[in-house]
């Protein structure tokens, strides 16, 4: 059996907040958790002085695209492998790799990828929970930075390889407007897939039948999406106050601190509610890596976007192209930008994602029978160690990591 006690940590479950907390670990598993330096194990068991620290569950990031040079449409293990490594020194202790509009060849490539690290998670460090498919169904008008060479209309023919490959993706952005989609979401009711509006121009009545459909989720709220139009005199709410109104629908939010400002984080968590709101990265291939030119997605589709001063922009410099930042970055953001409780923070970016996913039972919480997912920070939010299944992936050192 294994052991691994953390004390003397401010725990934050993230249901409440324990002081001078004490987490005994066995075997990957929360055992106990308590008050004070408990002795819980034997004086040969490792302990871990987290005096000084905030102890959190670890951090599941639902949108991440790629980190460190590396994308999931690079088609290699290694590549998944890089991305997964280096969110982890950053907080994240599980993961849906997300793999935007490309070929359906590429795209099924990128999924079997996923699902080979679904199987073997000893493999890497960053748990995959899935993928999450951005796209190809997606709006021309609201692509971002999209290829629009591969956005198309959900024909039966063209979704129909898909289908033999979905085992392990468990989100899908899409746009509810475009031809075919809400047919291509009913003949996946039983696949246990989360349905994202996305990319979208879709109008009010468009998003209420996407909702009945079982759409339960606004990818990166605010971003390349419909805002209010105006129909003869009548204005027609889109995408943007759909997902503030509907009680149905989660938000994604970007925490990088260029997608959103802290005003419009507060009107999110003010209008949905802290429990209906999930933080993400939206990371790209630039993030921890300098400025620079950078594909997005597939390189052979020479879809190139630039980084200055730490920002993801497209070619034309008119839109940003995901972020260069981290679960940690994105934590910060909330806190310092917007004015929420460290709590409430973890709470979007643990409990939160994991209960969207149908997973809360095993990961998003520090409780006895969970799963031993747990970051430690400092008094400024910066990762000092990353425990995943009780086994410590990362310790931060002094030299300037």
Avoid: W
């Avoid at 059996?1 to 005994?24: A, D, W």
């Avoid at 999450?132 to 999209?146: D, N, V």
């Avoid at 921890?288 to 190139?304: F, H, L, R, T």
């Avoid at 520090?366 to 009780?390: F, R």
Wanted: with cysteine.
């Amino acid at each position: 059996m294994s052991q691994l006690v953390i004390h003397s940590g401010t725990c934050i479950t993230p249901f409440e907040v324990i002081k001078n907390g004490s987490i005994l670990i066995e075997d990957g598993i929360i055992k106990q958790i308590g008050q004070g330096k408990k002795d819980f194990s034997t004086e040969t068991s490792p302990h871990v002085d987290a005096s000084g620290m905030f102890v959190i569950p670890g951090m599941i990031d639902i949108h991440v695209n790629g980190g460190k040079g590396a994308n999931i449409l690079d088609g290699t293990q290694q590549a998944l492998k890089t991305m997964s490594e280096f969110h982890l020194r950053h907080g994240t202790t599980s993961m849906l790799p997300t793999i935007i509009s490309s070929s359906i060849s590429k795209m099924i490539t990128a999924i079997k990828l996923v699902e080979t690290a679904v199987n073997h998670p000893q493999s890497y460090k960053a748990r995959i929970l899935g993928s999450h498919l951005e796209g190809p169904y997606i709006s021309k008008e609201q692509k971002g930075a999209h290829n629009p060479a591969h956005i198309r209309t959900a024909t039966a023919e063209d979704y129909h390889p898909l289908l033999d490959y979905l085992e392990t993706v468990r989100l899908i952005t899409a746009a509810p407007e475009i031809s075919g989609v809400l047919e291509f979401a009913r003949s996946l009711e039983e696949n246990d897939i989360i349905f994202s509006i996305g990319h979208s121009n879709a109008k009010y009545p468009q998003i209420v039948n996407a909702v009945g459909t079982g759409f339960s989720l606004v990818t990166h709220l605010y971003s390349v999406m419909s805002s209010i139009t105006r129909q003869n005199l009548t204005r027609i709410p889109g995408v943007v106050e759909s997902g503030l109104l509907l009680d149905e629908l989660s938000v994604e939010i970007i925490g990088d601190n260029m997608h959103l400002p802290g005003s419009l984080i507060e009107l999110i968590v003010k209008t949905k509610g802290i429990d209906k709101v999930i933080l993400v990265t939206d990371a790209m291939r630039g993030a921890g890596m300098p400025d620079g030119s950078y594909y997005i997605g597939d390189k052979d589709d020479k879809n190139s976007i630039i980084v200055e001063n730490g920002v993801a922009k497209t070619s034309d410099r008119q839109l940003l192209a995901g972020s260069t930042a981290t679960m940690d970055v994105c934590l910060n953001t909330l806190i310092s930008e917007a004015g929420l409780s460290l709590k409430d923070t973890v709470k979007t970016a643990t409990l939160n994602p994991a209960k969207l996913l149908g997973i809360e039972n095993q990961y998003g919480i520090i409780a006895c029978g969970k799963k031993a997912d747990i970051v430690l920070l400092d008094q400024n939010y910066q990762v000092q160690t990353v425990i995943v299944n009780g086994k410590i992936e990362y310790t931060k050192t002094n030299k300037g990591e």
